[in-house]
């Protein structure tokens, strides 16, 4: 305790470390608010850009426009090889939105891997414009009995996310997919061919 003594006030040991202590913690408490300042000043700045990121990848829906997901069964009954998802509107593909998946654990799976590449061009590169083309092209493709069932159902709430986002468990088959997992396989295979009759007509 501080004691009073010929107008000279005497401040103990005890008292000084508390006025020292109140100081030390009034500082921390500026400096942390400080901190605690700019980091949200940042995170802000980080929310803002990711929104105007977002902004830019964003579709604007019209009233009116739907989703359809198509399951194509091969060999499984209860869980679909192959999915098709696309936009439309009035009977026609909306924004040339369309989607084909190969369930992961076919990725090397030939037969399948085929009727995806035959689906891509019947569909993503020749570009069709109306809906039942794709159910024309999925005709085409299982009228050989390769497809045994197909599952349909449809997009109403938020079409455009459910139609692109993509499945857990399946990969987009797109033109890296086809090269790497079709393409690759199917040139060494016919060298392999080529080399074999070869050897035979030696």
């Not at 590449?117 to 069709?128: K, Q, S, T």
């Amino acid at each position: 305790m501080g004691k009073e003594e010929d107008n000279v006030i005497e401040i103990g040991y005890g008292d000084f470390q508390r006025n020292i202590n109140k100081e030390a913690i009034q500082e921390n408490i500026q400096e942390n608010i400080e901190e605690n300042i700019q980091e949200n000043d940042k995170k802000l700045d980080s929310i803002e850009k990711k929104c105007k990121k977002r902004q830019k990848r964003s579709i604007e829906i019209e009233d009116g426009v739907g989703g359809t997901e198509l399951h194509l069964y091969l060999k499984n009954v209860k869980k679909p090889e192959i999915k098709i998802t696309f936009l439309h509107k009035n009977k026609k593909i909306y924004k040339d939105v369309i989607r084909i998946y190969i369930a992961d654990e076919h990725i090397h799976n030939f037969d399948i891997l085929n009727i995806c590449n035959l689906l891509y061009y019947a569909i993503i590169e020749n570009r069709i414009k109306r809906e039942n083309e794709i159910y024309q092209a999925i005709a085409m493709v299982s009228g050989r009995k390769q497809v045994r069932d197909y599952g349909i159902r449809h997009y109403w709430a938020n079409p455009y996310f459910q139609a692109t986002y993509g499945f857990r468990g399946y990969s987009r088959f797109n033109h890296k997919i086809k090269q790497e997992f079709f393409e690759k396989p199917l040139l060494e295979k016919t060298k392999k061919i080529k080399k074999e009759l070869g050897e035979l007509n030696e």
